[in-house]
């Protein structure tokens, strides 16, 4: 099964930069892309961000600008960049795995695990002071 952990969080104060990590570890690759959302307090959860197995690159309107997505394929880790941080962009941010049917690996077919409610990260809380 597909295991993501994120880690970068913490308290900035709002103009400040933090860098979250997602890495990903079993049957990586299966994932076709990475995608951040995040939820704040009494909100729906958000997509933010996303990158895919090319490195093409998606951002939401409010982040545009401010927030920069890089990848280490060696440590399968995706790296979301939030510069310019704002209180609104408090909330506990998780990354997601989008995941293919199945993969060619070493020459042969891989059949990709499925998850029902997708495969998900723990979450990691970014919390921006005035």
């Known amino acids: 099964q597909i295991r993501l952990v994120e880690s970068g969080g913490g308290l900035v104060q709002a103009g400040g930069s933090l860098r979250l990590s997602c890495a990903a570890s079993?049957?990586?690759?299966?994932?076709?892309?990475i995608d951040w959302y995040r939820q704040a307090p009494g909100k729906e959860r958000e997509l933010v961000a996303g990158m895919t197995s090319d490195d093409r690159t998606y951002f939401e309107d409010s982040v545009k600008g401010r927030f920069t997505l890089s990848r280490d394929k060696n440590k399968d880790t995706v790296y979301l960049q939030m510069n310019d941080l704002n209180r609104e962009d408090t909330a506990i941010y998780y990354c997601?795995?989008?995941?293919?049917?199945?993969?060619?690996?070493?020459?042969?077919?891989?059949?990709?695990?499925?998850?029902?409610?997708?495969?998900w990260g723990q979450g990691t809380q970014v919390t921006v002071s005035s």
């Open positions: 997601k795995a989008e995941v293919v049917e199945s993969a060619t690996y070493g020459g042969r077919y891989y059949p990709c695990p499925t998850a029902v409610f997708g495969f």
């Open positions: 079993m049957d990586t690759v299966c994932i076709s892309a």
